[in-house]
């Protein structure tokens, strides 16, 4: 008769859970994406100065997605694990678990938003009425200057056409100076943190488009961002 296995002791306990942490890490690139993330507004949090309140709910926020995303992982492990052969069960499992992944996300960023539009609007809108009182028109003029940077940039570089691939992105370019422009050209405080907040995620959905398509590299489309929203602002800037 085989001895009885020993129980972990704490300190094993422990371990074990860090490696379990410390895998999702390595292994998992949304793990780090998340951790990331959570780094970033936690530093932005104490520099802001939210209370203790606010700090507590964003704390449990970015724990609930961090949970989530490793019950994720090993929910897909253990089915990898179960099963050899494509299977729907398998296959809905898994997209249940990356629901939960989504909504706790979704949960986590309406949270960030409320504790931080009101801090972040007031400054922002103060730094951005002394960048700018210049008239919505100038939208217009700083896309055409971005496009024709962007065509000028990849005529000297040689890569690439005006609307595919090369140095910079021209749609990633064009994209941020929309989200610029529209910061700029409105003078509603109480609405501009929320339209800006919406053209960036466009913004960046768009950029997300043109690398996980292999159109441009990250670099690129980093470039073509930086451009674009650069070029808006020094039409603002310059233009009396």
């Given at each position: 008769m085989s001895a009885?296995?020993?129980?972990?002791?704490?300190?094993?306990?422990?371990?074990?859970?860090?490696?379990?942490?410390?895998?999702?890490?390595?292994?998992?690139?949304?793990?780090?994406?998340?951790?990331?993330?959570?780094?970033?507004?936690?530093?932005?949090?104490l520099a802001v100065g939210v209370e203790k309140l606010e700090l507590i709910v964003l704390m449990l926020a970015i724990a609930f997605v961090l949970i989530?995303?490793?019950?994720?992982?090993?929910?897909?492990?253990?089915?990898?694990?179960?099963?050899?052969?494509?299977?729907?069960?398998?296959?809905?499992?898994?997209?249940?678990?990356?629901?939960?992944?989504?909504?706790?996300?979704a949960v986590a960023v309406a949270v960030g938003y409320l504790v931080f539009s009101g801090r972040v609007a007031s400054s922002s809108s103060r730094?951005?009425?002394?960048?700018?009182?210049?008239?919505?028109?100038?939208?217009?003029?700083?896309?055409v200057l971005t496009i024709l940077v962007v065509i000028a940039t990849k005529a000297l570089t040689g890569r690439g056409t005006p609307l595919r691939g090369g140095l910079p992105s021209g749609h990633a370019a064009i994209a941020f100076a929309g989200w610029m422009a529209i910061t700029l050209a409105l003078h509603d405080s109480g609405r501009r943190f929320l339209v800006s907040s919406i053209a960036l995620i466009m913004a960046l959905l768009v950029v997300q488009t043109r690398v996980e398509s292999g159109v441009h590299t990250a670099l690129e489309a980093l470039y073509g961002a930086l451009l674009g929203a650069l070029v808006t602002l020094a039409v603002f800037q310059l233009t009396p």
């Amino acid at each position: 008769m085989s001895a009885r296995r020993r129980a972990p002791s704490i300190l094993e306990s422990f371990n074990f859970a860090f490696e379990g942490i410390i895998h999702v890490l390595r292994t998992q690139r949304n793990m780090r994406i998340h951790f990331a993330v959570a780094a970033v507004v936690l530093v932005a949090a104490l520099a802001v100065g939210v209370e203790k309140l606010e700090l507590i709910v964003l704390m449990l926020a970015i724990a609930f997605v961090l949970i989530t995303e490793m019950v994720n992982t090993a929910v897909e492990g253990a089915i990898d694990v179960a099963t050899t052969s494509f299977d729907p069960m398998a296959k809905l499992a898994k997209d249940i678990a990356a629901g939960a992944v989504l909504i706790a996300s979704a949960v986590a960023v309406a949270v960030g938003y409320l504790v931080f539009s009101g801090r972040v609007a007031s400054s922002s809108s103060r730094l951005l009425d002394r960048l700018s009182n210049a008239p919505a028109e100038l939208t217009l003029l700083a896309l055409v200057l971005t496009i024709l940077v962007v065509i000028a940039t990849k005529a000297l570089t040689g890569r690439g056409t005006p609307l595919r691939g090369g140095l910079p992105s021209g749609h990633a370019a064009i994209a941020f100076a929309g989200w610029m422009a529209i910061t700029l050209a409105l003078h509603d405080s109480g609405r501009r943190f929320l339209v800006s907040s919406i053209a960036l995620i466009m913004a960046l959905l768009v950029v997300q488009t043109r690398v996980e398509s292999g159109v441009h590299t990250a670099l690129e489309a980093l470039y073509g961002a930086l451009l674009g929203a650069l070029v808006t602002l020094a039409v603002f800037q310059l233009t009396p």
